[in-house]
């Protein structure tokens, strides 16, 4: 139980680093876009923000996919 907080906690606190990190560089991002969801169209993003936060949320589901699906220990 204490190996799994161990992971959760890194994996939480390792992308929040890449979360700030992803907003301090793109302060100079002159290339926007929208994001069209299924009714509505979000406002104008940088596009890297759109990739970063793509990535980083991957990044999350990804390492709860692996802590539930996880080889347990015996």
Do not use: A
């Amino acid at each position: 139980m204490v190996i799994l907080l161990k992971k959760i906690s890194f994996s939480i606190l390792f992308n929040s680093s890449l979360f700030l990190l992803l907003i301090i560089g793109i302060q100079n991002s002159s290339k926007k876009s929208r994001v069209n969801l299924m009714t509505n169209q979000t406002l104008s993003l940088p596009i890297s923000f759109i990739i970063g936060t793509s990535f980083i949320s991957g990044s999350i589901v990804g390492s709860f996919v692996f802590f539930k699906f996880g080889i347990e220990d015996k």
